[in-house]
Nanobody, 124 residues
Framework: QVQLVESGGGLVQAGGSLRLSCVVSGRTFSRYAMGWFRQAPGKEREFVAAINWSGGTTNYADSVKGRFTISRDNAKNTVYLQMNSLKPEDTAIYYC?????????????????WGQGTQVTVSS
């Protein structure tokens, strides 16, 4: 059974930082790309960042480029999202997801396993 467990969300002031973690079990983590998505109230789930199987390729939504960094530790079956210079508009539930390919995908429809989500709230 594949499980993804996120942690690291919370309440932070604008300009602050958080690091999200997502531990994956039940799948050969090092073979597959990973992604982070977010969903704010009343909005659709949107792509935030993704990383390929090796960590050598990453991609970001324009809204977070230069502020967020995705990384992975294949020895720990963990993917991270370092979020700096947070803004109130970053407030959302953040989800990590696993895709059955080694290369990056942008559509949530491509991802077959999802975590339960972790709340990030940025106050102004």
């Amino acid at each position: 059974q594949v499980q993804l467990v996120e942690s690291g969300g919370g309440l932070v002031q604008a300009g602050g930082s958080l690091r999200l973690s997502c531990v994956v079990s039940g799948r050969t983590f090092s073979r597959y790309a990973m992604g982070w998505f977010r969903q704010a109230p009343g909005k659709e789930r949107e792509f935030v960042a993704a990383i390929n199987w090796s960590g050598g390729t990453t991609n970001y939504a324009d809204s977070v480029k230069g502020r967020f960094t995705i990384s992975r530790d294949n020895a720990k079956n963990t993917v991270y999202l370092q979020m700096n210079s947070l803004k109130p508009e970053d407030t959302a539930i953040y989800y990590c997801a696993s895709v059955p390919y080694g290369s990056i995908r942008f559509s949530p429809l491509s991802y077959d396993y999802w975590g339960q989500g972790t709340q990030v709230t940025v106050s102004s």
